[in-house]
């Protein structure tokens, strides 16, 4: 195996954190996986699988084995219960995936676009934006079993899909490795514009039977004037998730701040707008050393140059206890800290 010993990791998050990693390997395939967990010594290694790096914060550097998911392809399979059925390998960028299915003529993604990230973590963050989460569009996916060696197929059901969540996230699903996924995407195509954001955008264009294409589109032009590219501004995107909260809860908050944003569920209870309840504590476009919050979004923390995992964490938890302060809600951090 092409093993790779003290590899940096800067460009491979897009928070462009420093960190290295003891020992590194591109991943294109199950025999690797099955070579690793052959091997006593690097079977023995903490490991840690990393996709596009979109959605972790390096805090310090990776002494265990780094397993960088890149294998590439993906097709068109077929049809199934007036289904599309498309499939990509875990290394795909989700992106161009998305345009892929879009250019297919084939839609159901596009709220989606302009994600960062891999294919293969879509399903384990259940990625989400503008109405859209990756359970809505699921049909399977195929891991590797680091534990047992064996494959497996794992449907809607076994992801155990939550709000930003997954079996993957979970003692029992972590020795599991996706491999490729495969989406279900409707034959008879409806758009999506329940994001008031999104369905003003497409009113406002004057487009009375827009096309998936051009959903996709605006969602880009959306995503670009709200939030930073991480080419040029490392980020990680979204930092905290939304806080849910209960119907009395919410009551009590909206009985001292009338003007707080608020999404039932329906579940009863209510997601609250991060972004707000930070902006609200002056947060936008303040920082602390390198690390910062984006001025346009501020729920976005950014790289301002040379930050550190460590200045990361500090803003953050900076805003968490003025959040909490001030609302009484704590604020959970979307990326995982390594």
């Known amino acids: 195996m092409p093993l790779i010993h003290d590899q940096p990791l800067d460009t491979f998050n897009t928070f462009r954190i420093p960190a290295r990693a003891r020992h590194y390997l591109r991943v294109d395939g199950a025999e690797q996986?099955?070579?690793?967990?052959?091997?006593?010594?690097?079977?023995?290694?903490?490991?840690?699988?990393?996709?596009?790096?979109?959605?972790l914060l390096f805090t310090r550097d990776v002494e265990g084995l780094v397993l960088h998911m890149t294998g590439q392809g993906?097709?068109?399979?077929?049809?199934?219960?007036?289904?599309?059925?498309?499939?990509?390998?875990?290394?795909?960028?989700?992106?161009?995936?998305?345009?892929?299915?879009?250019?297919?003529g084939i839609g159901g993604l596009e709220n989606l676009s302009l994600i960062p990230g891999t294919v293969g973590a879509a399903p384990i963050q259940n990625v989400g934006a503008y109405g859209v989460e990756t359970k809505d569009v699921f049909h399977s996916l195929t891991a590797y079993d680091m534990a047992s060696g064996a494959t497996r197929t794992l449907d809607t059901a076994a992801c155990r899909f939550g709000y930003r969540d997954s079996i993957f996230k979970h003692p029992d699903g972590a020795n599991l490795v996706v491999l490729d996924v495969t989406f279900a995407l409707p034959r008879a195509w409806q758009p999506n514009l329940r994001y008031a954001e999104l369905g003003n955008a497409v009113r406002e264009a004057g487009l009375t039977a827009p096309t998936p294409?051009?959903?996709g589109l605006m969602v880009e032009a959306i995503r670009r004037r709200k939030l930073?590219?991480?080419?040029?501004?490392?980020?990680a995107g979204s930092f905290f998730k939304n806080p849910v909260v209960s119907n009395a809860e919410?009551?009590?908050?909206?009985?001292?701040?009338?003007?707080?944003?608020?999404?039932?569920?329906?579940d009863g209870t209510f997601k609250?707008?991060?972004?707000?309840?930070?902006?609200?504590?002056?947060?936008k476009g303040r920082h602390l050393g390198a690390a910062g919050v984006y001025h346009k979004q501020a729920l976005v923390l950014v790289n301002l140059g040379?930050?550190?995992?460590?200045?990361?964490?500090?803003?953050?938890?900076?805003?968490q206890a003025d959040v909490a302060a001030r609302y009484g809600v704590m604020l959970e951090p979307e990326p995982v800290f390594i």
């Open 33 to 55: 996986l099955a070579a690793v967990r052959a091997d006593p010594a690097l079977a023995a290694l903490p490991r840690l699988v990393l996709g596009g790096g979109s959605n």
């Open 74 to 104: 993906r097709e068109v399979l077929g049809e199934e219960a007036g289904k599309i059925l498309v499939r990509a390998q875990a290394g795909e960028n989700w992106h161009a995936f998305v345009r892929f299915t879009l250019e297919q």
């Open 213 to 215: 294409n051009a959903i």
């Open 228 to 235: 930073p590219d991480p080419r040029e501004i490392g980020n």
């Open 250 to 266: 919410c009551a009590r908050l909206l009985a001292q701040f009338p003007t707080l944003v608020h999404h039932a569920q329906p």
């Open 272 to 283: 609250l707008a991060a972004g707000w309840l930070i902006d609200q504590c002056g947060w």
């Open 306 to 319: 040379g930050a550190t995992g460590q200045d990361v964490v500090q803003l953050a938890a900076a805003i």
